[in-house]
């Protein structure tokens, strides 16, 4: 067997999104040859295409563990960590990286993406404009600075950003949406029609034709053109429907699930000072005002705006939810325990953002679903 056309042929196939195919060969070739790394760390990325998280993680392991002097095994597993939400881990092998090897434009820019996700904007740009000393002509990492310059209220640097990603490219579809959030179509309509253009030229099951149909209907709203905006919203809720295929199936047994089990429920919890810092969950339907009521409290100076986190589902589904039911044993296993392991797994999430302020808002809309494991779990919180 020729190695390096082995190595390439899964590069290509995973270039392709042909995950499974490498996840097979990647098993045999990792039981053929343990102790090539090359092998655990391309079939880490495969696990990672299909969001097996815990499994691309002990793949990565591996490879570090058999090679420690190469740098992508430990890129890929600062990414898996970010991903998984153990942001410290995530934080700290970045650190290492860029420490221990040559600063890479791909690593910086990795990097400033758990920024990023750490509502650390200022932090995150600079290591952007640090990856863009190296590499110039990298029109993902403009954008993602123009995302930051945004996110930090410098509107006018982000548009600037925005048209030159266009000038050179006038179907990159992320920049249009990036200025389609700071645009006014009512007053100017520069990028439209480049960006009615950009969406025929996409295919039905690109997802970046959704976002790009939101796109346009949010410019034809702006421009009191109600008609053309309905037809490209629903275009756009058209092809997201047949794109995840939701059934609400599940989500109905869940919900009848969560009912009878908290409306039953009759335990008095003795209230906890758990916490110094103090959450506000601001929940509701998409759409319903929760970022106006975010604004509105964090305008004040002791209140810290986290924007929408997700933690709270995920710790939920990991602990409590079996089969799309409520796991009844573990709540109240944990009801009894002095180790609360939800409220100490969402402190541990938020302890990485170093927020300064004694309350913190988490307006992630779909916490209603969680609201009587906030209420018994998180008793300090507010909703």
Known sequence: MDLNNKINDLTQKLTSNKFLEVIK??????????????????????YQGITLLEDAEKCFLKAIELNSKEVGPK?????????????????KLFEQIITQFKKSPIILANYSRLKRKLNDFNTA??????????????????????????????????KEICNKILEKNPNHIPAHITLSKQTDYSKEDNNLKN???????????????????????????????????????????????????????KDEILFKNIKNFFSNL?????KKNYNKKKIIFICGLPRSGTTLVEQILSSHSKVSAAGELGYLDKIIYDNFIKDNKINRVKIINEFDSSNNILN??????????????????????????????IKNFLPDAKI
Do not use: R
């Open 344 to 373: 100490k797994k969402n402190y541990k999430f938020l302890k990485s953002y170093n927020f300064k302020n004694k309350y913190i808002t988490d307006k992630t809309p779909l916490n209603f679903k969680w609201i009587g494991f």
């Open 25 to 46: 060969e990647g098993k045999e070739l990792t039981n053929k040859f343990p102790n090539l790394f090359i092998f655990h760390n391309i079939l880490g990325l495969a």
């Open 195 to 249: 960006m009615i253009s950009a969406e025929e030229n996409l295919n039905d099951e690109n997802i970046n034709k959704v976002k790009i149909c939101f796109a346009i209907g949010k410019a034809f709203e702006d421009k009191k053109n109600i008609d053309e905006s309905f037809n490209y919203i629903n275009k756009a809720n058209n092809l997201q429907d047949n794109l995840i295929n939701y059934k609400i199936e």
């Open 125 to 158: 740009k600079n290591l952007l404009e640090e990856a863009l000393s190296i590499d110039k002509n990298n029109l993902e990492f403009y954008e993602d600075l123009a995302t930051c310059y945004q996110s930090i209220g410098n509107f006018e640097k982000s």
């Open 266 to 270: 009759n335990i008095n919890l003795p």
């Open 75 to 91: 890129n890929n597993l600062a990414n898996t960590y970010s991903s998984l939400g153990k942001l410290e881990d995530a934080q």
